[in-house]
Every structure is written in C-alpha cells, then in structure tokens.
C-alpha cells in the first residue's frame, strides 16, 4: 500500500506552491468460535448465573444506586450482543470465503495473536505497515478494526471476531466494504458524517504516516521531500485549503459530507482505484 499513488498528491503539491509565496493504514465452526466463546461468552455467562441464582432465591439485587439491577441489564444486554456477534461470525465464515481461504485467515490471526488477542503493533505488521506503529494513522487504523461490530470502547486487544469481520470487509470483492471501512476512518466522532476537522485531521495523519514510509515511486518520494522541506505552517494552510475546496465542491449540507457526498469525491481522485485494490495481507489474494 506504501506505494501506492497517493490522493490528491499533486493539488497537495500544488497548494504548497501557493503557500510557499505567501509563506516563505476447514477447521471446524467449534474451533473457530472457541476462543471467542471461551473469552467473552463464558466469562458473561458465568456473571449471569451468580445474578440470576441471586434472584431466584429471593436475594435483592438493589442497593443504593441499584447497581445490582443495572449490573443484571449489562449482563444479558453483553449476552445478546454475543450471541449476535457469533452468528456473524458463522454467516462471514460461510458466506464470505472459501474453506481454504478461511483456513488461511484463521492460521494468520493465530500466528499474529496470542490467547485471541491481537496488538495493534501485529496487525500493522499483518497488513504491511509497521512503519505506522507509533503514528497517529497506525493507530486510527487499528480503532476502526476493533470498531467493525461496535463503536464501544473494547480494549487494548483485537479478538478473532473482529479480525474476520476487518478482512472481510477489505477482501477484494468486496469494494462498498472498503469504501465504509474507509469512511469509518474519517468519521471519528461516530456522527455518520464528517466534519471539516476530522476531514482535516485524517489527512494530517495521512501526511504524517506518508512521511515514515520510503517509496519506490518517485512522485511519492518527491512529494514527501517537498513536504520535510516546508515549514508546519505552510503544510496546515496548504491542507486547510484542500478541506474547504473539498466541502465548497460537494458539501450538500455546509461543513458536513454525507457518506454519498464523500463517496462521490473520493472516487474522482487520482490513484484512488490502486487504492481500492489494497490487498490487507501480501500472501492472501482473493
């Protein structure tokens, strides 16, 4: 993906001209699910069943706050979203990928992850860009994977379900998984839409992440040594610049693009095709 042609490099290069004269990311089903059942499942179970028996014999599960009662609703509200996550899973398994290409997402999460969890650090290993550890973008990325079944805070880790559910979505015949997961990067308030500050922000991580990369293209390493050039404020206005074109141009609500409005500008930037074709793992091709 590194070397890839990156979005609107040459108005980017463009705008830093301007400012620069003003300025001087088949085992079994049992298997599959177990240790996603032997994590979250049991472990919610297990904490239904001591509520539960509490309430058969007549024990009161109010105190003060009536913690007790809200600790219940969050149990079986936990339950619920399991049960729903596992049907997921088996609907992905099935339906998305073939047995052998599914055995192979299973024995990569397992050599990336330990006791079903997965660090940040391996799964940008696992799609090519460990350069983006310690960036911003790598880490924009690894939230927006932990995201794919909820938007709730989960944890330091990656579990199996949420891996599927990421490779799924990125696979290569999947293009509208793409472009959502994509947008889900940009909307970083979990508005369903995107303000000119996340719009802004984003593309600031994308520059910075651009930066810690040696590319073979040598637009790419062009670009990246105009930019180590320039002074930080000749790169914000050249950006800030770029964001409110973006919104003047397809904006149909002011300072705000809808999926559909973002959709739209992004597949009229150059390069956006070899973009879309990102494969997340060099050895596993659809």
Same mark, same amino acid.
């Given at each position: 993906m590194g070397n890839k042609p990156s979005v609107n490099q040459s108005k980017f290069q463009k705008q830093l001209t301007i400012n620069d004269k003003q300025f001087k990311k088949d085992q079994s089903?049992?298997? !599959?699910?177990?240790?996603?059942?032997?994590?979250?499942? &049991?472990?919610?179970?297990?904490?239904?069943?001591?509520?539960?028996?509490?309430?058969? +014999?007549? $024990?009161? &599960?109010?105190?003060?706050n009536q913690g007790g009662r809200n600790k219940l609703q969050q149990f079986k509200e936990d339950q619920h979203n399991v049960e729903n996550i596992q049907k997921e899973i088996i609907h992905l398994e099935e339906t998305v990928f073939s047995k052998e290409k599914l055995q192979r997402v299973r024995e990569d999460f397992e050599s990336y992850s330990k006791e079903n969890k997965m660090s940040r650090k391996k799964l940008l290993e696992y799609f090519g860009m460990a350069e983006l550890d310690n960036k911003r973008l790598g880490n924009r990325i690894f939230q927006c994977v932990k995201s794919t079944f909820s938007q709730k805070k989960t944890g330091p880790f990656l579990d199996y379900a949420k891996f599927l559910k990421a490779i799924s979505m990125l696979s290569q015949q999947n293009d509208e998984g793409r472009l959502r997961f994509l947008y889900s990067m940009f909307d970083m308030n979990l508005e369903g839409?995107?303000?000119? +500050?996340?719009?802004?922000? &984003?593309?600031?991580? %994308?520059?910075?992440?651009?930066?810690?990369?040696?590319?073979?293209?040598?637009?790419?390493? +062009?670009?990246?040594?105009?930019?180590?050039?320039?002074?930080?404020?000749?790169?914000?206005?050249?950006? $800030? $610049?770029?964001?409110?074109?973006?919104?003047?141009?397809?904006?149909?609500?002011?300072? !705000? &693009?809808?999926? +559909?409005? *973002?959709?739209? *500008?992004?597949?009229?930037?150059?390069?956006?095709?070899?973009?879309?074709? %990102?494969?997340?793992?060099t050895d596993f091709q659809d």
């Open positions: 089903q049992s298997n !599959v699910i177990a240790p996603y059942r032997e994590g979250t499942t &049991l472990a919610v179970e297990s904490k239904l069943k001591v509520y539960l028996k509490n309430a058969n +014999d007549g $024990e009161d &599960l109010d105190d003060d839409s995107i303000e000119k +500050d996340e719009m802004y922000n &984003l593309m600031m991580m %994308f520059l910075e992440g651009m930066m810690s990369i040696n590319y073979e293209n040598q637009d790419l390493n +062009d670009l990246k040594q105009r930019i180590s050039e320039s002074h930080d404020r000749q790169i914000e206005l050249a950006l $800030e $610049e770029i964001v409110n074109e973006i919104y003047q141009n397809h904006a149909s609500k002011q300072n !705000v &693009l809808s999926y +559909d409005d *973002w959709r739209n *500008w992004l597949m009229e930037q150059e390069g956006i095709q070899e973009i879309l074709q %990102f494969n997340p793992h």
